[in-house]
């Protein structure tokens, strides 16, 4: 007996047919007894329907009319999946994002929640209700429609579990869970049964889809168990995504992902005077875009550097334009491009007070012939900038490496390998 | 300069390139320097595409959430057009209807304007901002959404003309205006160039598709001036609709309707005992079940009497239900039902005093040789039933028997032609 909320993406209520599922599964857990809340996206292409509508109108859609235009998909989603379950005789109602509550600050495109009211959320549990909830969107105290951008239902739905501080989070989906890398790329790679937030939120920021960082984020700020399963195969129990204290079991490294998202941008021969990088980054942070990894080249002859740093490709052009006004101004020699990167990245929470897993991963890397261009690390992440034709042997190479492959075992805490 | 609301259907908003249109046709009135709300449809066939989804998921889905499905189909309309509007460089905003707050009554999908807040309304025509309004939905004073039935963006046109006050509400549609009669059953049917509220809301009762006769009724009792053109002709004025006191032309018929929506039930042998027809008409009134004409034949030498009245096919079953409980308390002999009927009407405001009018149609109609089963009069209204089959020759007759046909000439008041 307890408050689950569950979240099911796009893939899963792509027809009518899957909604019908869908009913199914949200009601096997109103029949465990517990007190049911389903958060859930637009049906399949429907984003991508409206917005090609969007295009065909102007090139430059107003963010706000998008978010108006865009909300309308979960509108749909919630609707025909509350009349589903009433279908089978469950008690349910549907709630768009100005029915519950769900506010946010005014940001058009890519809001933030700020807060939301339970008090019409609870009014429907206690009369026995199940809840469905237009993912994705909110409302401003002003009652402007936003939305949450990527990931969007991922974090409604978790922050509707902290809010009604809810036993347990499922983020239902189309794989099994969370695996030790992408199994496309490495076959051999195994499902997780438990990985912390940390990690986690690591590996959605390195490149692992399945969840969206910030519903990460969320879930560790409000400790909300959360937990991802595949929508088709409900006897699979999934990966639990948990506080780092609640493990019981743990490998010192545990996923490996690739991030082919990224450029490289090289500001060439900076003259070598105080307060010259700290300008790049300030203006590129000033235009809200977010610089991953930077590293700078010191002792040229002629007392200049090279400044390099990467950013996401999609903000190549906005990028670009500060550059060219930072290197004029800065008097710098030019700028270089380089698209040919990928990010290959180690994330572990046994890696803090290891220093022998970078120096692991760097040999392993040099054993599969494979170049380094730039490295970051964090607590308990390690990435390496490497040539993208190189980015899948990098992943089986570092996924052998920490014994990730399967027929591996996982070892328990207080056993860790000498890797 | 003053305030217009401009009202476009579905078929005016059908497709991306009919949206860009509609944005030319919505800046056209806001160049001649008026204040302009616009208010839309979902675009073409929507409607109809979320009904079939909402019938994969059930035969009989819950009237709150079929609501909430298909608010979602104006939503996308408005976000749309507001973009095409600016990408046209001019500054509008969307609004849905929780957002203007146009407040009805907790039915849902039919629900009743009761209040539309002006506030949000004014404060964006203030800023010079075009406003572009969801049509068709509602929502309570709880906040539950509603959608307003048959006709619903046309009342919602005219009811927010009536709340700002409006200067005109021009409903945009795919006819030209107001014909005598449907253009494609008689081709020399002539276009009116006014028509009063009272004629136009009978003629809407009968068989006009043109408006619905809520929108009319809400345009009267506001005395809101409106008016009925083509979003595809606009140097077309179209058809005014006027309190009949502005007119300053018109013929003693304004138009001829036929309305083949209808089925003629007739209960036989009811045993003529006061109260029996009552009851009758109670129960179906009990179940919202609308009966139009009614007529009792008196005189059977074993002291019952036929009763026979119409309703809308669409209400069969719920009566026939009802009529078969009737008969077995009233001891009623049983229940003839009449599928193969039609209403033909004439309307005129002219009409009134001048009993001509009646017998005139009487005569037209026997002298096309056809047989008149029922009757019903207004003031300004003579409707007869005929067989379903004789439906367009009686409409030919009557428009030509009251000088409908194109190349008569209007007439002007008072000086009416003996018909």
Redesign the interface.
């Known amino acids: 007996m307890g408050i689950i909320v569950q979240k099911f993406g796009g893939t899963s209520v792509a027809d ?2 899957k ?2 599922n869908v009913a199914s599964a949200v009601i096997r857990e109103k029949k465990n007894g517990n007190d049911v809340i389903v958060v859930v996206s637009a049906m399949g292409h429907t984003t991508d329907y ?1 917005v090609k ?2 295009n ?3 090139s ?3 963010s ?3 978010d ?2 865009l ?2 998909g979960e ?2 989603s ?3 999946l ?3 379950i ?2 089978q005789g469950y008690a349910a ?2 709630m ?1 994002a ?2 519950v509550g769900i506010i946010t600050e005014c940001v058009h495109s890519k809001a933030r929640i700020v807060d939301i009211k339970t008090n019409k959320l609870k009014e429907h549990l206690d009369k026995g209700e199940i809840i469905v909830v237009a993912g994705f969107q909110g409302v401003t105290p002003e ?1 402007e ?1 936003t939305t949450l951008g990527r990931g969007g239902s991922d974090t409604s739905a978790v922050a509707i579990a902290g809010a009604l501080n809810a036993d347990r989070c499922d983020i239902y989906t189309d794989v099994e869970g969370v695996y030790t890398t992408d199994p496309r790329i490495v076959p051999c790679a195994t499902k997780l049964d438990e990985i912390s937030y940390e990690e986690m939120l690591e590996l959605a920021h390195v490149g692992a889809n399945v969840l969206h960082p910030r519903s990460v984020e969320t879930a560790k700020q409000y400790q909300v168990p959360l937990r991802v399963r595949s929508t088709f195969k409900l006897e699979d129990t999934g990966t639990y995504i948990i506080g780092v204290d609640d493990m019981e079991i743990y490998k010192p490294v545990a996923g490996v992902a690739a991030d082919l998202s990224q450029i490289r941008i090289v500001v060439t021969e900076v003259p070598d005077k105080p307060g010259n990088a700290a300008k790049i980054f300030e203006l590129l942070s000033n235009s809200d875009i977010s610089v991953d990894m930077i590293i700078q080249s010191y002792g040229r002859s002629d007392d200049t550097n090279d400044i390099a740093f990467t950013v996401a490709k999609t903000d190549y052009e906005k990028t670009m334009e500060i550059v060219k006004e930072i290197i004029r101004e800065i008097h710098a020699s030019g700028v270089l491009v380089d698209e040919d990167i990928a990010k290959v990245s180690i994330v572990g929470a046994g890696m803090v007070d290891r220093p022998g897993i970078a120096a692991s991963m760097f040999k392993a890397l040099a054993e599969a012939g494979i170049n380094i261009k730039m490295i970051s690390t964090s607590e308990i992440k390690i990435s390496c900038l490497v040539e993208k034709g190189q980015s899948n042997t990098a992943i089986k190479a570092l996924h052998t490496a920490f014994h990730l492959d399967a027929k591996e075992t996982a070892v328990v805490m207080g056993d860790l390998p000498d890797v």
Do not use: D, F, W
């Open positions: 009518t047919e909604i019908k409206l509508m969007a065909e109108i102007t430059r859609p107003n706000r009319e998008m108006m235009l909300a309308t509108q749909v919630i609707a025909l509350t009349m589903a009433q279908a109602v549907s768009n100005m029915q009652g429609i």
